[in-house]
């Protein structure tokens, strides 16, 4: 990709950098938390099928929290490599400015308005479709 000309200037890029850094160690550390409950829990062996029914729905809802918050840890990272790499803060479908009042609203996001009212609408007509067929 050629070399793009910031509209960022280097305090906002720096602003935006520290909220990317302090959200990713926000979510390293919750999923961390996450991990070691997973981890340290034992399978209790419970007489009422209820409670046993009820530990194992909370022990997938928190490996599901988990795999989430893996991805988004994932993303943040991807998104202090673009910042690195100059790459962050344009629109990854159009490659236009993202906009600075958005990132810092989510600073991970990687489509502009446009594209991402795009993206969400196909979306929206691709899952009425597969109901429609029944896929």
Known sequence: ?????????????????????????ELGDRNREVFSDLTKKEIEVKADELDQANDETNRMLNFRIHDREQKLIRKFRKTLERLDSGDYGYCESCDEPIGFERLKARPVA??????????????????????????
């Not at 050629?2 to 909220?19: S, V």
């Open 110 to 135: 990687d489509l502009c308005i446009e594209c991402k009212k795009e993206y969400e609408a196909r979306e929206k007509r691709e899952r009425d479709m597969s109901r429609l067929t029944g896929l």
């Open 1 to 25: 990709m050629a070399a793009k000309r910031h509209y960022l200037t280097k305090k906002q890029l720096a602003e935006l950098r520290k909220l990317l850094e302090q959200r990713l160690e």
